[in-house]
């Protein structure tokens, strides 16, 4: 059982007192790190008592402490999942061997790589919802988005421990690097596409959290099977957070949608809108513009790279050691569709070169089913709509279907009827202005937006009337 030590000035469980090297290196990040959070973080309430929780140990049954915090006063630090005794790589060519503790040379590039993307997307989701807070629609789901926020946060110290650990002075760089990107730049912008689109309304944060986060889970749950031990462990406590992060995104969605159903049922002539709510259409133009966004995030179909790093042992596949009993992923296929001119041919490719769409359909699935109980939840309300998810080949900029078109049943089209139904498909700047128009921001204890239902329950126990914030 590991206990986090919250004496250092960097609140860990690494026994970082024991490495002088490492802390000073980390204590000269850090500076860097809190001015990156008064400039790029949450913009204002930095003064406020924020009811939070914080790691007290990294064990699966009650690691949390909630209390009221300030954010800036937040412990950001490192917390690994305990080490496994015995454990062995996962998959690829080296499985059933002792995993490493340090980074095999040959891996080096490839692993800083796997790491530094990863953490590139925790500070942009912060950039990405800056300014949210001003429109929150109750203090509980203030609470839950600054939760989200500090947490990322965290999660970018999580990769900057391995970079400071084990890259050297390459390390360090790309640490510094972290803080310098910004989402949306121009110049300098995140990594990764998804975390370049602007989230600034609550319909696009409970899209994020529930689709952007989600991915977040199935990478990190690829990264707890590497045969680089510290990875793991670090990705494995990550996945305890992320839970929460997944939690604010299906349940906001859920109850936009419960919300949507009741007011369209509500009104005469079933318009959500008439009501002061989102209609159900709108809300699945939002799905399908975030889910093909976070869609491509899993990378090409056919990646060369992705079946190198499988066979490395650097990822697994999702619940590599747990739900497989081949680990090689040798001598086996998958079948892919891919766009031949006007026609979709089947083929089959090598199975370690499509561990990518391996990953993604089993995100996918998760995604059907977080939007089969939605659909429960419109049928209850006594209307026959029923949400999809867009199919994996729709409004894809990566991949085998980038550059082609598909309706959102994956049929395809040509770019014409693309560009003539897009309004149906994919929010149009109308939506837009009417959800932010929705957007006005509710901080009396108890009192929830309109265009929202409460949540079925509060944080901690704690009732949904609770003080999540504090405004005096
Ligand atoms: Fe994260
Ligand atoms: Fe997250």
């Known amino acids: 059982m590991s206990t986090i030590d919250y004496n250092s000035s960097i609140p860990n469980n690494v026994n970082l007192d024991s490495d002088r090297r490492l802390q000073r290196a980390l ?5 860097g790190y809190l001015q990156w959070w008064q400039e790029m973080g949450p913009d204002g309430f930095q003064a406020r008592d924020i009811y939070l929780r914080t790691a007290i140990s990294a064990d699966s049954d009650g690691w949390a402490h909630f209390d009221y915090v300030k954010m800036p006063d937040y412990r950001w630090g490192i917390f690994l999942a305990d080490p496994e005794a015995g ?19 040959e891996h080096r590039t490839a692993l800083r790589r796997i790491i530094v993307t990863q953490g590139d997307t925790e500070p942009a989701s912060v950039e990405q919802q800056r300014q949210l807070g001003k429109t929150a629609p109750s203090l509980y789901d203030l609470r839950n988005l600054f939760q989200v926020n500090v947490e990322e946060g965290r999660h970018l110290w999580a990769m900057v421990y391995l970079l400071h650990s084990y890259f050297g002075k390459e390390g360090r760089d790309e640490a510094d690097e972290l803080l310098a990107r ?11 596409d998804a975390f370049n689109q602007p989230c600034d309304d609550w ?7 529930m689709f952007a986060d989600r991915d977040g889970k199935y990478q990190l749950a690829a990264l707890a099977e590497s045969g680089f031990d510290p990875l793991s462990r670090t990705c494995r406590f990550m996945l305890t957070e992320e839970a929460h992060h997944m939690f604010v995104g299906d349940t906001g969605l859920e109850r936009i949608i419960r919300r949507g159903a009741e007011l369209t049922v509500l009104d005469p002539n079933g318009d959500a809108r008439a009501q002061g709510g989102i209609d159900l259409p709108t809300i699945q133009r939002f799905i399908n513009y975030w889910l093909s966004y976070c869609l491509d995030l899993f990378g090409s ?3 060369t790279n992705a079946g190198d790093w499988f066979g ?3 990822k697994g596949r999702f619940g590599e050691a747990r739900r497989y009993d081949e680990h090689s992923a040798l001598d086996q296929a998958k079948t892919l569709t891919f766009v031949e001119g006007d026609r979709l041919v089947e083929r089959e490719v090598p199975l370690r070169s499509a561990m990518n769409e391996v990953l993604r359909d089993d995100y996918y699935a998760e995604c059907e089913n977080a939007v089969r109980r939605w659909n429960k939840t419109i049928a209850a309300a006594g209307l026959s709509f029923e949400l999809t998810v867009p199919h994996r080949r729709f409004h894809r900029r990566q991949g085998l279907y980038a550059g082609a078109f598909f309706d959102p049943a994956g049929a395809r089209i040509d770019e014409a009827t693309f560009e003539a ?4 498909w994919l929010f149009t700047d109308a939506d837009k202005a009417y959800v932010n128009g929705l957007m006005t921001p509710v901080h009396e204890a108890g009192k929830m937006a309109h265009w929202i239902a409460p949540p079925r329950r509060g944080i901690n126990g704690m009732p949904f009337e609770f003080e999540y914030v504090r405004f005096d």
């Open 27 to 31: 204590e000269r990040w850090q500076p």
């Open 87 to 105: 454990r062995t790589i996962p998959g690829g060519d080296h499985a059933g061997k002792p995993v490493w503790q340090e980074v095999p040379g």
């Open 182 to 192: 910004r989402s949306g730049d121009a110049d300098k912008p995140r990594i990764l």
């Open 203 to 209: 319909l696009s944060f409970f899209c994020f959290t």
């Open 301 to 303: 179909e056919v990646s």
């Open 312 to 314: 490395a042992g650097l």
């Open 421 to 424: 139904q897009r309004g149906e």
